[in-house]
């Protein structure tokens, strides 16, 4: 990720968090006048009414709940270091697995002499 698309990704998380602010607080809103309803003015409502409405809150609080979960993935790229592995290693683990692989990663140091064999070694039993 470019550091350009970490700035665009970091204003657009502020202005959504600013606009949630907004909604959130606004009393016109219905399930703002929900939540400052009396029992029995909740009662009065249709069952229809708090089934199409609770089913909402529901959802959006899910909704809330999956953007939380996909920001956290998100966080520098951690999410996708640690997906694949199988356990979680120790620094000391992991610089051990590094100098292993670097190890059989280097090439061998081969001499012409090393290779020659003495005379009269051919095809000898």
């Known amino acids: ?28 809103n219905w399930w703002n006048k929900l939540k ?4 029995y003015e909740l009662k009065l409502l249709p069952y229809g009414f708090m089934k199409k409405y609770g089913s909402m809150l529901n959802f959006l609080r899910r909704m809330e709940k999956e953007a939380h ?36 990663q280097t ?4 001499k012409i002499t090393d290779l020659v064999r003495e005379e009269g070694d051919y095809f000898r039993r």
């Open 36 to 39: 400052n309803m009396s029992e």
């Open 69 to 104: 979960v996909k920001e956290n993935k998100a966080y520098k790229g951690y999410y996708d270091q640690v997906k694949e592995i199988d356990r979680l290693q120790h620094n000391d683990e992991k610089e051990a697995h590094r100098k292993y692989v670097e190890l059989h």
């Open 1 to 28: 990720m470019t550091p350009e698309q970490k700035v665009f990704l970091r204003q657009e998380r502020l202005v959504m968090l600013e606009m949630q602010k907004k909604i959130g607080a606004d009393e016109m």
């Open 107 to 110: 090439p061998e140091v081969v």
